[in-house]
């Protein structure tokens, strides 16, 4: 619900990413930190949220997903231009994160992002700008 007192319902987190800005996904993030802080999500659509959330605004090299990426095969990296969002999916796991920040990435899982290419809806100076960080 948003102050306008327009709302939306999504069943898939890559769709809402689709219609979000930084703003709307730093502010879910926030609520939804806030209401797990003190307990756990019991729901397993409330878990993978929170998962998916917290790997991508508090990434820790402990994490498993970070430690089991070399097991799995990059299929498909897309970017949400519009939050400022990239996204794998790898067999078995799929990894949200943001532009801007680092991720403990393997060279492999790297060089697969490259091969598999960039998928971008449309041509942007975001996309290019990651592109070229990623090489370094």
């Given at each position: 619900?948003?102050?306008?007192?327009?709302?939306?319902?999504?069943?898939?987190?890559s769709?809402?990413?689709?219609?979000?800005?930084?703003?709307?996904l730093?502010?879910l993030?926030?609520?939804v930190?806030?209401?797990?802080?003190s307990?756990s999500?019991v729901?397993?659509?409330?878990l993978?949220?929170?998962?998916?959330l917290?790997?991508?605004?508090?990434?820790?090299v402990e994490?498993k997903?970070?430690?089991?990426q070399?097991?799995y095969?990059?299929?498909?990296?897309?970017l949400?231009?519009s939050?400022?969002?990239?996204?794998?999916r790898?067999?078995?796991?799929?990894?949200?994160?943001?532009v801007?920040?680092?991720?403990?990435?393997?060279?492999s899982?790297?060089?697969?992002?490259?091969?598999k290419?960039?998928?971008?809806?449309?041509?942007?100076?975001?996309a290019?700008?990651?592109?070229?960080?990623?090489?370094?």
């Open positions: 619900m948003r102050a306008d007192g327009k709302s939306q319902i999504y069943i898939i987190f769709h809402m990413l689709r219609s979000f800005d930084m703003e709307d730093e502010t993030y926030k609520l930190k806030a209401k797990y802080e307990t999500p729901e397993d659509l409330d993978v949220l929170w998962n998916d917290k790997t991508m605004f508090e990434p820790h994490d997903v970070w430690k089991n070399q097991d095969k990059v299929l498909s990296w897309k949400y231009d939050c400022g969002v990239h996204f794998l790898m067999q078995h796991m799929q990894i949200y994160m943001l801007e920040k680092k991720y403990p990435l393997t060279p899982t790297l060089t697969m992002m490259l091969e290419m960039l998928m971008i809806d449309y041509e942007s100076e975001m290019y700008q990651h592109l070229k960080f990623i090489i370094k």
